[in-house]
């Protein structure tokens, strides 16, 4: 079992940056893709960025690419979000998620959260 500890969240002003970390535990880090995912107030969660398990490949939701880039250091078993040109359709609930498949099976592992408040 694998868990997800996220760190770096906080109040910014608009155009402003913070990067995420999410520390992970209890598994073999590079064997799992890393993902941040987010949640604003009344929506739905949605996805933000997603890395391969070597960090090779990385993708990106529309409204954040350009701005947003994630990264992972598999020695320290941590993926990063850095996040620039912050806007205030930022503000959410940022999650880490990191998914790894089993014989039959997918398992996909969440953090609790961190609080990403963007000012306008």
């Known amino acids: 079992q694998v868990q997800l500890v996220e760190s770096g969240g906080g109040l910014v002003q608009a155009g402003g940056s913070l990067r995420l970390s999410c520390a992970a535990s209890g598994g073999t880090f590079s064997s799992y893709a890393m993902g941040w995912f987010r949640q604003a107030p009344g929506k739905e969660r949605e996805f933000v960025s997603a890395?391969?398990?070597?960090?090779?490949?990385?993708y990106y939701a529309d409204s954040v690419k350009g701005r947003f880039t994630i990264s992972r250091d598999n020695a320290r078993n941590t993926v990063y979000l850095q996040m620039n040109s912050l806007k205030a359709e930022d503000t959410a609930v940022y999650y880490c998620?990191?998914?790894?498949?089993?014989?039959?099976?997918?398992?996909?592992?969440w953090g609790q959260g961190t609080q990403v408040t963007v000012s306008s």
């Open positions: 890395i391969s398990k070597s960090g090779r490949n990385t």
């Open positions: 998620n990191a998914r790894t498949s089993v014989p039959g099976a997918t398992m996909v592992y």
